[in-house]
């Protein structure tokens, strides 16, 4: 028996951040330089060179993007997970057998929930998760992405037992709460945020 036997994982207390990503893309990187290119021959001009990009527009308005979104307000997190796309490819002669190769990743969405939160001095619900989606649909600049981090706690909240990182995310899908007046419960948005990775990272 070991000395200290492994402590079960459990996921009634986690906190997530989303903080602004400040990563490129991998298609935002310059292309390789050819084998044999004239020296001192650089890129030609093309879309988005030599221009000056626009103000951003994202959450909180044209050119005001929040550094953060939804701090301490989510209580629902899902979408946590990885599927390998493996290529089925039919042998001749082996009917009995399937020859399997290794595809792309296939990520899931992350969905995140939380309760409608407003301002105690009289103001509106926080509307920047709205503003996040809209201003991607608006166009007229290049849309704000975000990194984050989903971490379960043990019991104390002082110690961090699993950390899942996800990079350049962009929100896929927002959805308000269902009204009813006769159940009087508390209003609930729903996030949907497609990302380009997700890790479980290993913690100290």
């Not at 991998?26 to 050819?34: G, N, Q």
């Not at 988005?48 to 951003?56: I, K, S, V, W």
């Not at 991607?136 to 990182?165: F, I, K, S």
Request: with cysteine; hydrophobic share 35%.
């Amino acid at each position: 028996m070991p000395e200290h036997p492994p402590e079960l994982v459990q996921t009634f207390r986690f906190r997530i951040r989303i903080v602004r990503s400040t990563a490129p893309g991998r298609t935002a990187l310059p292309p390789p330089r050819l084998s044999g290119a004239l020296s001192g021959a650089g890129p030609g001009p093309g879309p988005g060179r030599g221009r000056t990009a626009p103000a951003a527009s994202g959450p909180g308005g044209p050119g005001r993007v929040p550094d953060r979104l939804g701090d301490g307000g989510f209580q629902e997190c899902s979408g946590l997970g990885l599927e390998a796309d493996l290529r089925e490819y039919a042998e001749g002669g082996a009917n009995d057998a399937v020859v399997r190769r290794v595809g792309r990743v296939r990520l899931q969405p992350l969905v995140l929930r939380r309760g409608m939160l407003a301002a105690t001095d009289g103001g509106s619900a926080d509307t920047a998760l709205w503003d996040w989606l809209h201003g991607m649909v608006a166009g007229g600049g290049p849309v704000p992405r975000y990194d984050g981090d989903v971490e379960v706690l043990d019991t104390t909240g002082g110690r961090t037992l699993a950390r899942w990182t996800f990079t350049r995310g962009l929100p896929l899908k927002i959805t308000g709460p269902a009204l009813n007046a006769r159940t009087g419960e508390i209003a609930v948005e729903e996030l949907h945020i497609a990302h380009e990775g997700l890790r479980l990272e290993r913690t100290p």
